[in-house]
């Protein structure tokens, strides 16, 4: 009655109201009488005017804006995933899908939807809201910069970071004399070029540099903080450096630039004394989501574009204020990684794409239309590679490293990626680099930053020194050894008591590993320890409750499945137990590039069904990240469907086949480590025609009376399975049970499914 009276009221209130607005229409069309109105016609139908419509609101700022961005975004995302998939930093697809985007590629194939997509005077938009997006990155950027170790580890990572800056600056301004003449902007003094070119050569991208160290494991050695201290040391200098070079430019005479740089020292001194220490204050008072109002999330804001605003009214560019604002953020962790996932989501995903195809943009590599012109980007390449691999590397080796870690170093710190991009943009808006330059100097930070991984591996393999992931001494253990795999907490307590079950009475004579693998574009290179900390509080805590000791191993993690598959055979374990995932952002490869998914579109599905390739889990409920551990794992693997599983004091085999049988070891195990009660259902009979199996399970009760029964019904009601603590089945069984759509999957407990060793 209620949702009659509802739709009837709903019905009167929109036809009498709409009633009421025809009316005022009616009259108010009398009161244009005398007021010379007068409508064209225009000799067109109104389909026609329609259409027209649309082609004029396609051609509006705004939309060619968006659609730019969807563009943008959805290019940065593909070639990043690509890049990403190669081993290769995301940074390097993102700068190739704007070169793509450019007229080296599209530009130069398709120039009318180039033009339509990228027309003339749509691109001061863009700029300005590329600028916008560099600025918050650089503000993050500034965040992510750990000042502590500067002054902790200050001596040889300073040595070396100022040699790796002074002499491919060197190196870069005497080539800059032997190009000048060719390349320079005419109008454009040596001083000024050879500066952009010096700095151009001497600068690290301190962002990429970590994101390689934390995806390697080298964050916690010796080796990884040496090189993250010495791309600290490297950003600070060089920003200054370029904050310096940019008022010589723009300043025009020494003097000019002596003025301009005396009020950048006013400004880092005001920002350092002043602003930094009142920051802090209210970072240590609100340093929780709760407490970080809006308005305490707008005085940092401020911050952030009053000091932009500052120093590029002073003349040393936005930019530095930005990273200047960030490097004087509250050293709070917890603040810190609040505000930068406030920042981090819009800059990285949404802005700075638009600055990677500006970029593109810009770089028109068909003016490389010469074989001289080849050989001088060569030139600026072996140049750029010799001053910051060769420097930072030589330098490195004279403090005291050995040459391994020399050429680590030296590789790492000849990462260039976006910072390269940032310094080349603000030459060329300068009128310091021409196109032709500016076109070899973005192919000299793609050539750097790509070879920064296989140069890694090639130094690796050179020296041979690749550890093991797994501990020593689990290598060493030749008891039984399980590994937990957990991703939550929660559910990594549940696999920790599940492990403890099976060796809870062996007294020292076995091992578990639990480990926790995290993506490493969710972690920042100054907060690993403390996340570390946070992920495995839980686990230890039950770990002490359970009286198990356990060993933890943490990584940040580039391709989570490989890792875990690569430690599980590394290790030569007796099981490893993982729990089942069925998430919904997992197993697309249209989220894998997007960064996010549905179960509603499923390419690789698609695909498969169409080829006709079928999986061993065709019809299972697996996602994609648990088929693919299981099927390249070659130790015995455990799945757990964890329906609060707290102990295995009653546990339920189903036997369907004689692959099935495998499993009485496992519950032998059960039985004299956790006392269980188990009851093996033989489903197909397959234990009534094998003689030994029946000796076998007649031998554990022997030993265990009244631990194990066998029984021979092929239906089980309810009342059973509610009683059971732990159904133990293997895959083809739980496969055999998914297709057929048994009633027992709505009643069963939690189910530990298991794969044997292959």
Known sequence: MQRFKNSL???????????????????????EDGRNIVI???GRTQWQEFLESIAHNLYHPLAILLAQIVTIILAARFFGWICKKIGQPTVIGEIIAGIVLG???VGMYSPEFSATLFPPQSMGNLQFLSQIGLILFMFVVGMELDVKILKNKAHDAVVISHASIIIPFALGMGLAYFIYESFAPLGVQFTSFGLFLGIAMSITAFPVLARIVQERGLHKTRLGTVAITCAAADDVTAWCLLAAVIAVVKAGSSLSALYIIALAALYVLLMIKVVRPFLTRIGNLFYTKERLSKPIVAIFFLTLILSAYAT??????????????????????????????????????????????????????????????????????????????AGSAIAAR?????????????ALMNTRGLMELVVLNIGYDLGVLTPEIFAMMVIMALVTTFMTGPALDLINRAFRSTQPEVPQAVIQMSKFKILVSFGNPERGKSLLRLANCFIRKL??????????????????????????????????????????????????????DSDIIEVAN???????????????????????????????????KLLNQVTGRESLFEHSPFDERTRGIVTKSKVPVGILVDRDFSTADTVFIPVFSETDTSLIQFAQKLINNAGAQVTILDVAGCIKNQPEL??????????????????????????????????????????????????????IPSTLILKASS
């Open 507 to 560: 007294n020292g004579n076995a091992t578990v590993t639990v480990m926790h693998l995290s993506p490493t574009n969710e972690l920042h290179h100054f907060n690993v320890a403390a996340y570390e900390k946070e992920s495995f509080a839980p686990i230890i805590e039950e770990s002490e409750h359970l009286n198990q000791k356990v060993t933890t191993l943490f990584k940040e993690s580039n391709d989570i």
């Open 40 to 42: 064209k016609e225009t």
């Open 398 to 410: 004279f403090v005291g490293q050995n040459w391994k870690d020399s050429l680590t170093i030296g």
């Open 694 to 747: 029946k000796e076998k399970i007649r031998a554990i009760e022997q030993k265990a009376p009244n631990h194990i029964q066998l029984l021979n019904e092929r239906v089980i009601d309810k009342e059973f399975l509610s009683k059971q603590s732990l159904m133990m089945v293997s895959i083809e069984s739980w496969k055999k049970l998914v297709d057929s759509k048994s009633l027992w999957l709505t009643d």
């Open 570 to 604: 590394q290790g030569d374990y007796d099981l490893m137990l993982i729990g089942l995932g069925q998430s919904i952002f997992e197993g697309s490869l249209l989220g894998k590039i997007l960064g996010f998914t549905t179960r509603v579109i499923n390419p690789e």
């Open 103 to 105: 007229p080296s590629l």
């Open 312 to 389: 590029e009214v002073i003349g040393i560019h936005a930019l530095f204020g930005a990273f200047m604002a960030g490097a004087i953020m509250p050293e709070n962790i917890k603040f810190r990684n609040i505000f930068i996932e406030k920042v981090e989501d819009v800059a990285l995903v949404l802005l700075l794409p638009l600055f990677f195809v500006f970029t593109g943009l810009r770089t028109e590599i068909g003016l490389l239309n010469d074989p001289y012109l080849w050989q001088v980007t060569g030139l600026i390449i072996l140049v750029a590679v010799i001053g910051k691999f």
């Open 9 to 31: 009221f709903y019905v009167g209130i929109i036809g009498g109201f709409t009633a009421l607005m025809y009316w005022i229409v009616l009259l108010g069309a009398k009161l």
